[in-house]
């Protein structure tokens, strides 16, 4: 689900609710609310969160152009400082225009955050830290599609956390998560596979690749290529990343380089792409850097694997680096 249609349905919710709507009133509501979703606008809240989504598919848009321009450039040059202040300049007419609106939208709190000082996103951890205690009561009993804004923060705090290398408190941060809603929608368990990789906690993750049914994505192959390696189970570790690489075109390249020029969005949570895919590799190479770095000899062992090798410069060679 991206974050407009999240939006539209929550604005077919929120009719549901306030209209005391019938299951088949609820379902025309559901059919027509694409076509000109204001006309279904009952607060200011809700008007503020559609003023956002709107402007986050202009945004993404505008990245996509971006990148899908510059694929075949090695060194993105066709990327310009100019190109990246305005793509930055449509996210804070977006996030300013929603907080005019509704100052409590959490969505739009999130983001002024993010892009505010130098370091977006680094130095504010305390303040992160301050949006989601203010706004914790905003969660209901159950997780819902009005939840969704606070447990997309709470994701994003989580991950911020592993970014700082406070991987105890995003342990503890992951597991409330969990606990509140198994379903993860912001991908909290990304977060809790490295963060037990990194602390070679082998029990702790394979319990959370049980309670995910052993479903693969990125974070838990990087996850379990830099477990094995710190544990020294080298045979393990070479299956997981020769299978990684192998099902992953790009997932080679992006490892053994040890840096990427790829644009990620500075935008809510973490996008919305196709699981063990090129982006979602990106995405996630992008996250386990510091954890890779952090594990001597690791980069260089993978290197010396022949099919990993020559994934990388197959993929290199495609593309024209």
């Known amino acids: 689900m991206t974050y407009y249609e999240e939006i539209l349905q929550r604005l077919a919710e929120r009719m549901r609710i306030e209209k005391n709507l019938s299951s088949e009133a609820y379902e025309e509501v559901v059919l027509n609310i694409g076509e000109n979703p ?15 989504a709107l402007g986050l598919e202009r945004y993404n848009d505008y990245l996509l152009k971006l990148a899908d321009e510059n694929m075949g450039d090695p060194e993105m040059s066709g990327i310009t400082s100019e190109n990246v202040e305005s793509g930055d300049r449509l996210l804070k007419q977006s996030y300013q225009g929603a907080l005019k609106i509704y100052p409590d939208n959490i969505d739009a709190q999130y983001l002024k955050l993010l892009h505010s000082g130098e370091n977006p996103g680094i130095e504010n951890l305390v303040l992160l830290r301050g949006l989601v205690e203010k706004y914790e009561s905003t969660l209901d009993n159950d997780p819902s599609i009005f939840t969704r804004p606070y447990q997309r923060l709470q994701a994003a705090y989580i991950s911020a956390l592993v970014q700082n290398a406070a991987y105890t408190l995003a342990i503890a941060e992951g597991d409330r998560a969990l606990a509140y809603d198994i379903e993860d929608p912001f991908g909290v368990r990304h977060s809790l596979s490295l963060c037990f990789a990194r602390l070679e906690n ?8 049980e309670i995910f049914e052993r479903t693969s994505n990125s974070w838990s192959y990087l996850g379990r290529i830099i477990l094995m390696y710190r544990l020294n189970n ?10 990684y690489t192998k099902l992953v075109p790009g997932a080679a390249h992006l490892f053994l380089q040890g840096s990427h020029r790829f644009p990620i969005p500075r935008g809510l949570g973490r996008a919305q792409v196709p699981t063990c895919s090129f982006k979602e590799c990106v995405i996630a190479t992008s996250e386990a850097y510091e954890i890779i770095e952090d594990t001597p000899g690791l980069r260089e062992w993978a290197n010396s694997i022949e099919q990993v090798r020559d994934s990388a410069l197959d993929f290199q060679n495609s593309i024209g680096f």
């Open 202 to 209: 082998l029990p702790a993750f394979e319990k959370l690749e």
């Open 38 to 52: 204001q006309e279904f606008l009952l607060n200011k809240e809700d008007e503020s969160y559609l003023y956002l």
């Open 234 to 243: 080298l045979s393990a570790a070479k299956r997981a990343i020769t299978g």
